[in-house]
């Protein structure tokens, strides 16, 4: 196998030999930017399903996981148009089969992979537990099924990695759910910011606060504050900014649930705070917390050069009271996250049925998931060691002998041979599936290049 930094320089010098115009990129500007690459196309399930949905017929998914988040998504997919769940699976097989009632699927089962190896599916949702999350994605693509996959795609960098390159190199698409994108109050502020209603932006602020904190056996082992809560507001800050991060300072506090102090890192932490660093100055504060006793509190703020722009939380309903001694909201704001979003969730499923059936780019990529988890392990190591950590420091620390095999060399004192490093996420990266269609023909002299 080639080196990673041979295998993509390579194909890098290719591509900006056929191509009329190159991409250059400017270190000055981020710590990594997006970039195209040239690759390999390959044929996917899609290319039968678009034709097919032009006379009249449709995309048909499977579901993994029949849980509360799986029963949304589910229900999302029965009202999105040319979309028909006909598989849906949960390890209690009871769930698979009352959620096959409720939404009138054909088909339910207690085994995953019947889901991604059913010649029926063309796409396949993934809303099981996380730690199953990147080899049921490397089992889909193998299969040639398109994946919307609950974030995190892993909790490892690694493994991250590979789990979105086996999606590029089988050429099918790959949506990551961060479901906050979708909500109608961020989407406005982000409209405004693209818009320059505020002008240029100054300063972003977030704060994500839940009604409760989690059980202790939620805590352990999930990843720590950053990587299971504050990923959602990191992956906000680089959706309003608009650019990629340049460095994070980050720390950390226990004040609600003392038993989870001797827990390691940042799961020891019910509060968190992060400065983001963007080009041309602009700063995003993020400010997390596992208890509001107001209900769920989740805001938005972008200062520009000529206003603002802020959301507020969201109720059930407007109702107000008047009183002598209280003026206000008759009722707190939604105290559960899948009330708070439901209709964020229901419009991200939509938004990749729409890909599907339309075979239109989805609108959040692997390597937006990839950057996500970039951030909240950054943070987590400003935590661990009180200073500002460089966004690509914690990429180079991947080493991929091939697209599909990566490691972390991070405690290594000795670097692969070979071992070219990128503080660009792009780099580790093969173009996805709507990057080949798009430069189709130049991606396939490339491939008659190597016979």
Known sequence: FLHTGHFFSTMKILVALLATSALVFDASVSAFSVQQHGAIRRSSALSMTTEKTETGKTVRVGVIGAGRIGLVHLEAITKAPGVIPVIISNPTISKAEKAAKQFNVA?????????????????????????????????????????????????????????INACNEAGVKLMIGLQRRFDENFRRVKEAVVKKEVGEPIMIKLCSRDP??????????????????????????????????????????????????????????????CLVRYPNGVQAMIDVCRQSSFGYDQRAEVLGTKGMIQTDNVYPNTAKIYRSDFTGNADMPYDFF??????????????????????????????????????????????????????????????????????LVANSDVFPEGFRPSGNPADLLLPDADAQKKDGSLVDRIKTWFG
């Open 107 to 163: 088909k339910f089962t207690n085994d995953a992979m019947e889901v991604i190896t059913d010649p029926e599916v063309d796409a396949v949702w993934i809303c099981s537990p996380s730690q199953y999350h990147a080899e049921q994605i490397k089992a889909a693509a193998a299969n040639g099924k398109h994946v919307f996959c609950e974030k995190p795609i892993a909790t490892d960098l690694s493994e991250t990695v590979e789990a």
């Open 212 to 273: 409760a904190p989690p059980p202790f056996e939620y805590v352990k082992g999930g990843g720590g504050i950053f990587a299971d809560m504050a990923v959602h507001d990191l992956d906000m800050s680089r959706f309003l900014a608009g650019a990629d991060p340049i460095d994070i300072l980050a720390i950390g506090s226990c004040h609600i649930d003392r038993s989870i102090e001797k827990l390691d890192g940042s799961e020891a932490f019910d509060t968190a705070s």
């Open 338 to 407: 899948l009330s708070r979003y439901n209709e964020a969730y229901v419009t991200e499923t939509i938004a990749f049925c729409d890909s599907l059936v339309h075979d239109k780019p989805v609108p959040c990529t692997g390597q937006d998931g990839l950057i996500a988890l970039i951030m909240a392990i950054a943070a987590d190591i400003s935590a661990k060691e009180n200073r500002w950590v460089k966004f690509s420091d914690v990429v180079q620390t991947v080493y991929c002998k091939s697209p599909l095999e990566c490691e």
